[in-house]
């Protein structure tokens, strides 16, 4: 091996000994980590985060809160997404999955439930929310069927920033207050 440091080596043309080749080099890999360090920094996607007293929904008939009185339960099963940056945005896709129930009391084959996402900053300051629907369908006597939704999403970024891990994105149910308070008595 030192022998081959030891020689003149031809690097475009021109000869080089290995002292000239070692600080070319040098040279070149000091310009890349120069490069580097001013590249502006790409971080991972914005963190998917579910609420916790959003991620379940029950919906009851009537004024009844007994199991014979359930007409559907619904909730969050799984979710992901990837994304993209560029100099002005964020390119997010999210796919979220839910598992819906018929309950007992139910006389429907569509079962029905709204839910939401929403974009949110590092200091919690809502920038974009969506208010969705979903359907699922229990006909042929089904009592149990998934619902998955891919859901795209852009965030315009601030001049020079190009991190996405500054925003969250927050998703859960829309339920009325008794169906919150529900929740938040079974955890």
């Excluded at 020689?7 to 070149?28: C, D, E, P, Q, Y």
């Excluded at 490069?35 to 985060?49: D, F, H, K, V, Y």
């Excluded at 809160?65 to 007409?71: A, G, H, K, L």
């Excluded at 859901?151 to 207050?177: C, H, K, Q, V, W």
Aim: proline share 4%; with cysteine.
């Amino acid at each position: 091996m030192a022998r081959w440091f030891s020689k003149v080596v031809s690097f475009a043309g021109h000869a080089l000994n290995a002292r000239a080749l070692l600080t070319l080099l040098a040279l070149a890999t000091a310009g890349v980590l120069a490069a580097c360090e001013t590249a502006p920094t790409i971080a991972r996607c914005p963190e998917l985060r579910l609420l916790g007293d959003a991620e379940s929904i029950t919906r009851f008939q009537g004024d009844g809160r007994d199991i014979t009185d359930v007409v559907l339960e619904a909730e969050f099963t799984r979710s992901r997404g990837e994304c993209t940056v560029d100099s002005e945005t964020i390119e997010l896709t999210v796919v979220i999955e839910i598992l819906a129930r018929r309950g007992p009391a139910s006389q429907e084959t569509i079962g029905q439930f709204a839910y939401f996402v929403a974009v949110v900053d590092r200091d919690r300051t809502v920038l974009q929310r969506a208010s969705l629907r979903g359907a699922v369908d229990f006909s042929g006597n089904r009592s149990r069927v998934p619902y998955i939704k891919d859901i795209n999403i852009s965030i315009p970024l601030p001049t020079g920033d190009r991190r996405a891990d500054s925003y969250t994105i927050l998703f859960g149910f829309e339920m009325t207050p008794a169906e919150l308070e529900y929740n938040r008595r079974q955890s």
